[in-house]
């Protein structure tokens, strides 16, 4: 799967590169470097492609450990940068174990992990819960 993504075209276009994939699922490290087709005006890189590096991990994440029965989607994203950068940037994306969502400063109240959600659906029950990362 690592290979396929790194071939997908948003991906390749922009050269953005997984370098690990969990089996699970849970993390990956992703990196991208500096090239003429992704630095913008001033030399950085483009900002849209620091996003598009970030964007989809956390969705695709979630779909492989809850399963295909859910449905999954981002409703919103943001991004905040923090410095320009000309040289290799790296990515690290982790943090969807249920014991990591019960550790968040303020947990919302419809978020109850994964092992709910998933023994909810099992008993029948429609099941919709919205989670922040």
């Given at each position: 799967?690592r290979?396929?993504?790194?071939?997908?075209?948003?991906?390749?276009?922009?050269?953005?590169?997984?370098?690990?994939?969990?089996?699970?699922?849970?993390?990956?490290?992703?990196?991208?470097?500096?090239?003429?087709?992704?630095?913008?005006?001033?030399g950085?890189?483009?900002?849209g492609?620091?996003?598009?590096m970030?964007?989809?991990f956390?969705?695709?994440m979630?779909?492989?450990?809850?399963g295909?029965?859910?449905?999954?989607?981002?409703?919103?994203?943001?991004?905040?940068?923090?410095?320009p950068?000309?040289?290799?940037?790296?990515?690290?994306?982790?943090?969807?174990?249920?014991?990591?969502?019960?550790?968040?400063?303020?947990?919302?109240p419809?978020?109850?992990?994964?092992?709910?959600?998933?023994?909810?659906?099992?008993?029948?029950?429609?099941?919709?819960?919205?989670?922040?990362?």
């Amino acid at each position: 799967m690592r290979l396929l993504m790194n071939v997908w075209p948003p991906f390749l276009g922009a050269g953005i590169r997984v370098k690990r994939l969990q089996p699970d699922w849970k993390e990956v490290d992703v990196e991208m470097k500096l090239r003429g087709w992704n630095s913008n005006y001033v030399g950085t890189h483009y900002g849209g492609s620091l996003y598009s590096m970030a964007d989809p991990f956390y969705m695709l994440m979630l779909i492989e450990n809850v399963g295909r029965n859910y449905i999954v989607w981002d409703k919103s994203a943001s991004i905040r940068f923090k410095k320009p950068e000309k040289g290799i940037v790296s990515g690290h994306a982790a943090g969807l174990a249920p014991q990591n969502w019960a550790q968040r400063p303020r947990p919302r109240p419809s978020c109850r992990g994964l092992r709910d959600t998933r023994r909810q659906a099992a008993l029948g029950a429609q099941v919709a819960r919205e989670v922040t990362l």
